[in-house]
Nanobody, 115 residues
Framework: QVQLVESGGGLVQAGGSLRLSCAAS????????MGWYRQAPGKQRELVAS???????NYADSVKGRFTISRDNAKNLMYLQMNSLKPEDTAVYYC?????????WGQGTQVTVSS
């Protein structure tokens, strides 16, 4: 079992920045991939960025150059630094953990970007 808790969401003006955090606990000591997904009202959940336990990263085209994903394996934390935020970034952001067998989700944190 893996538990994921997100924090850091909130309301920000367009052009501003936010940093999301995801704290992982439980049986997390396998080779894994962690990621941030988001879901806007009326839309499907989409991948924002992912990072392997070895540090390899992947980004959605819509956030490349603006968002940075990172993780601290020693502290079981993952981050998403979001800069130059746009109104279309408004969504609930979810932390995700997966290995070769299992997948877990956090409860989500709301990010709202005002124009």
């Amino acid at each position: 079992q893996v538990q994921l808790v997100e924090s850091g969401g909130g309301l920000v003006q367009a052009g501003g920045s936010l940093r999301l955090s995801c704290a992982a606990s439980g049986n997390i000591f396998s080779i894994n991939v962690m990621g941030w997904y988001r879901q806007a009202p009326g839309k499907q959940r989409e991948l924002v960025a992912s990072i392997t336990s070895g540090g390899g990263t992947n980004y959605a085209d819509s956030v490349k150059g603006r968002f940075t994903i990172s993780r601290d394996n020693a502290k079981n934390l993952m981050y998403l630094q979001m800069n130059s935020l746009k109104p279309e970034d408004t969504a609930v952001y979810y932390c995700n953990w997966r290995d070769s067998r299992l997948m877990y989700w956090g409860q989500g944190t709301q990010v709202t970007v005002s124009s």
